[in-house]
């Protein structure tokens, strides 16, 4: 009986947003402030995913180069304790995973310190224009909302898990246990408290100490 344990990235393995960690790098003032309002806006439900990840993309123009210094950048955000969580799952006999609306190319070497197999990352993609970012895959279902649903149930029947639990501090997290594709969610307050997953989760970790507890009791 194998159980799956599926972690979100940002604000849950990561400490930081990391598409909003690799603009911001690259942008003024005045433009972060427009970042910060079309993210609020992804997340608050007023813009679709798609439309907020394509607004955002537009915002700066990442380079190769850009998403190289930021993939290693990311690596020194890992949410302290993650990667000693994640080992001691895998110790167990759980299948772990991560999904992500973030990038591959962004998160490809943070999640490989954390302990996560490549096979089991699941995240958006870009797509390119000679050495700039043009835009995101929109074929992956990361890329639109209730996609992590999807993925988690693609993930679930490749692993044959009997059992998938759903970490994460975000809405579309806790969207994805509602649309039953897990049948554990536990909403995480480790990097940012949301009190609208806290009202709503059936479980919820404030550290990674009671994440921990709640997932080897
Ligand atoms: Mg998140």
Request: charge should be negative.
């Amino acid at each position: 009986m194998t159980r799956l344990v599926c972690f979100d990235v940002d604000s849950t393995l990561l400490e930081v947003e990391s598409l909003d960690f690799a603009l911001a790098e690259r942008l003024g003032p005045e433009a972060r402030e427009k970042l910060e309002a079309i993210t609020n806006a992804g997340m608050g439900g007023t813009m679709s995913l798609r439309t907020s990840l394509a607004a955002r993309l537009d915002l700066a123009r990442l380079s190769r180069l850009d998403v190289a210094r930021i993939a290693v950048a990311l690596q020194r955000h890992l949410t302290p304790g993650m990667a000693d969580l994640v080992a001691n799952l895998k110790a167990r006999g759980d299948a772990v995973a991560a999904v992500s609306g973030g990038f591959h190319d962004l998160l490809r070497l943070a999640l490989r310190d954390l302990g996560f197999a490549e096979a089991m990352c699941r995240t958006n993609r870009f797509t390119w224009d000679g050495e700039a970012v043009s835009g995101f895959d929109a074929s992956i279902p990361l890329s639109d909302n209730g996609g992590k649903a999807v993925v988690l149930r693609e993930l679930a029947a490749a692993s044959g898990a009997s059992e998938t639990v759903m970490v994460g501090d975000g809405i579309t997290d806790l969207e994805a246990h509602e649309a039953g594709a897990a049948q554990r969610f536990i909403g995480f307050g480790g990097v940012v408290r949301r009190a609208r997953v806290a009202e709503r989760a059936p479980e919820f970790a404030d550290t990674v100490a009671d994440l921990r507890a709640a997932l080897l009791p």
